[in-house]
């Protein structure tokens, strides 16, 4: 099914780029793709954590985590009628510090139909939210 993936290496040890990630609250103030996020639970991002994610040009939608590798990765997972959307991040170390890995792979019945009205802008985001990140891990 339909998906993108986009990769940056960041000069930041893997431990302050997962820190950055999943600072979701700070999201909107680092990302311009983020309008707002709302958690909809306390404590630290574990599997079932929801989050509430507004994005321009986006229907807001609620995220739950359904995969999280302490320091190295989750993945959070968002249905409407017809798509289910799951979003994956993964920090590994590299050379050069980490690298940061942020993928989505669309399914479901609509899922050729969403894809179609919603590839090009979710390829800019994906870039922009991995540039973003970097910007504020390395900064």
């Known amino acids: 099914m339909p998906g993108l993936q986009q990769s940056v290496t960041i000069a930041a040890p893997p431990e302050r780029v997962w820190e950055v990630l999943v600072d979701l609250e700070r999201w909107p103030e680092r990302i311009p793709t983020v309008d707002s996020v709302e958690r909809l639970d306390t404590g630290p991002l574990a599997v079932g954590s929801r989050t509430r994610l507004r994005q321009p040009k986006l229907p807001e939608a609620v995220w739950t985590v359904t995969e999280l590798h302490e320091g190295r990765s989750f993945t959070w997972a968002s249905t409407s009628p017809g798509v289910a959307i799951a979003a994956s991040h993964v920090v590994e170390p590299h050379a050069d510090g980490s690298r940061l890995t942020l993928a989505i792979d669309i399914t479901g019945l609509l899922a ?6 919603t590839k090009k802008l979710s390829q800019q985001y994906v870039t ?4 973003s990140m970097k910007a504020a891990a390395e900064g």
């Not at 050729?112 to 009205?117: C, N, S, T, Y």
């Not at 922009?128 to 540039?131: H, S, V």
Request: charged content about 10%.
């Open 112 to 117: 050729p139909v969403g894809w179609l009205m």
């Open 128 to 131: 922009t939210e991995a540039a």
